[in-house]
Antibody, heavy 127, light 107 residues
């Protein structure tokens, strides 16, 4: 059974840092892109960051560039999000998600999608 | 960045109704379009990937269509467990943005 379990959330003050972890089981993360997605209270979903299988490529939403760092430890089957200079607008439930590649019948790549999600961890930034 | 515009923001429907939700991208995204269902307090669940492929285990009353910039999620006969919020999401290029969501409520 595929499981993703996030941890590390909590209450922090503006400007502080926090590190989220996502422990995977039931599959090997080294075969997958992995992502973080967040959801502010009462709001919609927002993709935060992606990391390639070997960590060689990373992408971020503009609002977190320079403040957040996505990383992975394939040996530990774990994904991380280091968050610094936190702001009130970073308050959200943070989900980790497994990314699947999709190919059409001709073998051409035609999609990436999130097929498994963790239960989320709440980060609250407030003074 | 590619923007995703989802409509309507909410709708009221009865059990057995046919429901259609639309999603439009600001530029062509081929078939890099996915649909998710989210219930309160839960993680999203994948319904449709690559615009029209049904995720394993998802009931066949859910279907997706479209390509390029215009996409549709259809629930052929709404069931009580389908009352939830639905999101489209593109994965054509970073940032992978979501639509604003459509809340499906009981009439």
């Amino acid at each position: 059974e595929v499981l993703l379990v996030e941890s590390g959330g909590g209450l922090v003050q503006p400007g502080e840092s926090l590190r989220l972890s996502c422990a995977a089981s039931g599959f090997t993360i080294s075969s997958h892109w992995m992502s973080w997605v967040r959801q502010a209270p009462g709001k919609g979903l927002e993709w935060v960051a992606n990391i390639k299988q070997d960590g060689s490529e990373k992408y971020y939403v503009d609002s977190v560039k320079g403040r957040f760092t996505i990383s992975r430890d394939n040996a530990k089957n774990s994904l991380y999000l280091q968050m610094s200079s936190l702001r009130a607008e970073d308050t959200a439930v943070y989900f980790c998600a497994r990314v699947r590649d999709c190919y059409d019948r001709s073998g051409y790549h035609n999609d990436y999608y999130f097929d498994y999600w963790g239960q989320g961890t709440l980060v609250t930034v407030s003074s | 960045d590619i923007q995703m515009t989802q409509s309507p923001p909410s709708l009221s429907a009865s059990v057995g109704d046919r429901v259609t939700i639309t999603c439009r991208s600001s530029q062509s995204i081929s078939s890099y379009l996915n649909w998710y269902q989210q219930k309160p307090g839960k993680a999203p669940q994948l319904l449709i990937y690559a615009a029209s492929s049904l995720q394993s285990g998802v009931p066949s009353r859910f279907s997706g269509s479209g390509s390029g910039t215009d996409f549709t999620l259809t629930i052929s006969s709404l069931q009580p467990e389908d009352f939830a919020t639905y999101y489209c999401q593109h994965s054509y290029s970073a940032p992978w943005t979501f639509g604003q969501g459509t809340k499906v409520e009981i009439k």
